[in-house]
């Protein structure tokens, strides 16, 4: 069994900064690519950013210069989302994603966390 469990979510106000954490567990064999996506109500789900395996970084163009995606090094396992300038348009629920491969499962599979809210208002 895979987990991604994310936290760090919370109330923060325009322009402040915040930091997410994903920490991933379970029988995986490899980590492809970890990214994060968001969502708000009424609304589709909308990609923010990748980090590969290779360290290739790509980011949506709504958050692209405010978002960070990085790896701790040495739990290699745990990914982070910073996030710098927010705005209430950044308000949603963000989903950490994985594109694994699991013990006893063939192929590449991607798996999401349960997501954590943000909100950014005064």
């Known amino acids: 069994q895979v987990q991604l469990v994310e936290s760090g979510g919370g109330l923060v106000q325009p322009g402040g900064s915040l930091r997410l954490s994903c920490a991933v567990s379970g029988s995986i064999l490899s980590i492809y690519t970890m990214g994060w996506s968001r969502q708000t109500p009424g609304k589709q789900r909308e990609w923010v950013g990748t980090?590969?395996?290779?360290?290739?970084?790509?980011y949506a163009d709504s958050v692209k210069g405010r978002f960070t995606i990085s790896r701790d090094n040495a739990k290699n396992t745990v990914y982070y989302l910073q996030m710098n300038s927010l705005k209430p348009e950044d308000t949603a629920v963000y989903y950490c994603?994985?594109?694994?491969?699991?013990?006893?499962?063939?192929?590449?599979?991607?798996?999401w966390g349960q997501g954590t809210q943000v909100t950014v208002s005064s």
């Open positions: 994603t994985g594109r694994l491969r699991v013990l006893g499962i063939g192929g590449l599979n991607d798996y």
């Open positions: 980090l590969t395996s290779g360290g290739d970084k790509n």
